[in-house]
């Protein structure tokens, strides 16, 4: 099969080849980045990059990018890695702890920059058609259903979820390999000079420009510098599609694209190469008549609202510039569903937790998935449902290797397969340490779920849409409640960075997760602040911090309201008590005592005007000499406990009237904070809300 010529880059589709792991050597990387190569095994081999450490799935194989930012330095996890079994980074220093002696190192100036030269030279290894999508709404929906669209045709490569960053982008562009026919890159920018950076990586063949609009607009002076940045991705392209109903979107392609791109515009305006001539919305669905080189269409949409609809005719035009039949387009596009944007987690029965993921079936995004599913920590037991594989361009013994070496890497406890191929492979998962059960289909499935006993467990579900494995799904959701409170994981994500954009370097994060997460979930909610790195919990009873250690919580958690007969039930969970006042203080340190402890965690809170708990100044002096002498290290002795912060509680922070009154209590906290760190010899957290 060949490209239309009109798309002017005519680039061939390769068949299918038997594929092999794209593999480099370490020399031969640390030449592509003109990096320095202090190697202790020179003829090392990577096949998978690593930027984020809590991923790490393949560490023999990995070449890790110790990137640096605002928040984090990557350099910090070197050791933790090698301890792992990595042995190969990208680094900007060698580490001086000699954590890492027998490791391989690339020495460069900037990671980032040189995991971006390692996938442009990736890139430029295929000579296949390669889609790149920007615009301000709808990349990631766009590319999920053009991936469906063309996967009956076309082995596909696409960017995993919204990999769409300057990181994103080539951790995206490495997954193509010797079996890609057709790749799909989004890309996403924030600021003037990132495009220009990505742009060569990508180099589609196909651009599509899907909108422009408000978001993500801060780092642009205007929306006509904002859009002028986006078509940068699409400087060398092919072929342009687009909607020209947007008139200024009309009017700067016009003016900034080469002559040599062919503009393929879709829109009401006669001069539209696809052109609309009627749009008619009913309930769910929009009823749609076009002309295409002077033929016309009629076909329906299964969608009413106008960003489906504006996305579903980008993925049309896409597929005509592929030269498919726009019979064969039509009859695909009835069968479009929406795109889950997020991996769902649902309870479910028998105090299990489901994640669905039933929407897709490939392997960049069954390790996606894999890696959501190890997040969770509220149960040990891990099981996973996947059905057959479709499309992968794979002979099936190699693809179920690779999905058995995947399901190894992650200690999945049960594996459950669903369809004739996944089942006639079984040998595959013998390697597998563990419980493995196949069905021919859903049905057969459905037939035995009685005898499945499932339970205290977290279930994947993950599988292609043809299988129908919601059904899965609706047969292990808890049903007791009517009315359900959904919560956006991504979007307590999004609001946790956002305060951290707020603080100084180096501030630490404590997350209040008492009440359950204020009724949204509590492991879930503490699952996902503790992967994304907060510091410290903090609940209001013990019995709340024991809920989170039995859901696999690690993180250091302090109980505000610590009561002396939950002491053994507190320590046993390794639980950090507040000490808000004298007597608790006294009980808890007559407490240690008895039981020996040494060193234990503790919290202090001062009273500096709240009126409720804590120390109050008057109060100051005997604690003092007492945490002398009990949390003081000393040279015969070993300290019986060790304050963690010292904390306290603004009255009305909140009102402006009371502003004089809130800098005093901030003027009373430094002042006490200052007396107990005299006392104990070393500093602590400090901490006033």
């Known amino acids: 099969m060949i490209l239309r010529k009109d798309m002017t880059r005519q680039i061939f589709i390769k068949p299918v080849v038997n594929p092999a792991h794209m593999t480099y050597d370490i020399k031969h990387i640390s030449q592509l980045m003109k990096g320095d190569l202090v190697a202790f095994d020179a003829g090392a081999t990577i096949s998978y990059l690593l930027t984020d450490s809590r991923k790490l799935v393949f560490p023999a194989e990995t070449l890790f990018f110790a990137i640096t930012t605002k928040r984090r330095d990557g350099h910090e996890y070197i050791a933790a890695l090698y301890e792992k079994g990595v042995r190969n980074f990208v680094v900007n220093t060698l580490p001086q702890d000699g954590s890492a002696t027998n490791g391989n190192f690339i020495i460069v100036p900037d990671t980032i920059a040189a995991l971006q030269q390692l996938a442009l030279a990736h890139r430029h290894r295929f000579d296949i058609p390669v889609f790149g999508i920007t615009g301000s709404n709808g990349k990631t929906i766009v590319k999920e259903w053009l991936n469906q669209l063309l996967e009956p045709d076309f082995v596909v490569v696409r960017s995993p979820a919204s990999y769409n960053s300057q990181i994103g982008i080539p951790m995206s562009v490495w997954l193509m390999n010797n079996h890609s026919q057709l790749a799909i890159f989004e890309a996403g920018i924030s600021t003037t000079g990132e495009m220009e950076k990505v742009q060569p990586i990508i180099d589609p063949v196909i651009g599509i420009f899907t909108n422009i609009g408000g978001a993500h607009s801060e780092g642009f002076f205007d929306i006509d510098q904002k859009l002028s940045e986006k078509l940068l991705l699409f400087k060398d392209a092919g072929t342009l599609i687009y909607r020209n109903d947007q008139l200024l979107v009309d009017k700067l392609i016009n003016e900034k694209q080469k002559p040599s791109t062919r503009l393929f515009s879709w829109g009401l305006s006669q001069h539209s190469t696809f052109r609309i001539l009627s749009l008619i919305r009913k309930n769910n669905s929009t009823d749609v008549v076009a002309v295409y080189e002077n033929k016309e269409s009629a076909f329906n949409i299964p969608f009413a609202d106008d960003a489906s609809v504006e996305n579903v005719l980008h993925c049309f035009c896409a597929m005509l510039c592929m030269g498919i039949e726009p019979s064969v387009i039509i009859s695909r596009i009835r069968g479009l569903a929406p795109v889950a ?128 494995l919601e059904g899965i799904d609706s047969l292990l959701q808890q049903k007791v409640h009517q009315t359900v409170l959904e919560i956006d994981l991504n979007a307590v994500v999004h609001n946790l960075n956002e305060y951290r954009k707020l603080l100084a370097p180096g501030t630490k994060i404590m997350a209040m997760v008492k009440a359950f997460s204020y009724g949204s979930g509590s492991f879930e909610i503490a699952n996902v602040l503790q992967f994304h790195k907060v510091n410290y919990l903090a609940v209001a009873y013990t019995d709340e911090g024991v809920a989170l250690r039995k859901g696999g919580i690690s993180l250091p958690i302090m109980v505000m309201n610590t009561d002396a007969a939950a002491f053994d039930t507190l320590v046993q969970y390794n639980l950090e008590p507040d000490l ?42 005997p604690m003092l000499e007492a945490l002398k002498h009990y949390a003081r290290p000393g040279v015969e002795r070993k300290p019986l406990f060790r304050v963690r912060s010292i904390y306290s509680h603004l009255a009305a922070s909140e009102d402006a009237a009371f502003d004089e009154f809130t800098h005093g209590q901030f003027t009373r906290f430094e002042s006490m904070t200052v007396e107990v760190e005299a006392a104990l010899g070393y500093p602590v957290l400090k901490h006033i809300t």
Do not use: C
């Not at 028998?350 to 599913?373: E, G, K, Q, T």
């Not at 809170?605 to 709240?610: D, N």
């Open 341 to 468: 944007m997020r991996l769902e987690l649902k309870s479910g029965i028998n105090n299990s937790s489901v994640i669905n993921d039933s929407y897709s079936s490939d392997l960049s995004s069954l390790r996606i998935a894999l890696d959501f599913l190890s997040q969770q920590k509220q149960h040990s037991k891990k099981t996973v449902i996947i059905s057959d594989i479709l499309e992968s361009g794979l002979e099936t013994v190699v693809l179920y290797k690779q999905v058995s070496d995947l399901l190894k890497q992650y200690n999945i406890d049960r594996l459950i397969g669903i369809g004739k191929v996944i089942t006639s492979n079984a040998v595959a998962f013998d390697t597998l340490k563990a419980e493995t059960v196949f069905f021919d289909s859903t049905d057969a499935f459905r037939k035995a779920f009685g005898s499945l006993q499932f339970g205290n467990e977290t279930i994947l579900i993950k599988g292609a849409r043809v299988f129908q």
């Open 580 to 621: 808000y006042g004298p007597e608790i203080f006294d009980q808890f340190t007559r407490y240690l005592l008895q039981i020996q402890a040494v060193d234990y965690p503790v919290h202090l809170e001062m009273e500096t005007g709240m009126n409720r708990l804590g120390f109050s100044m008057e109060e100051l002096p």
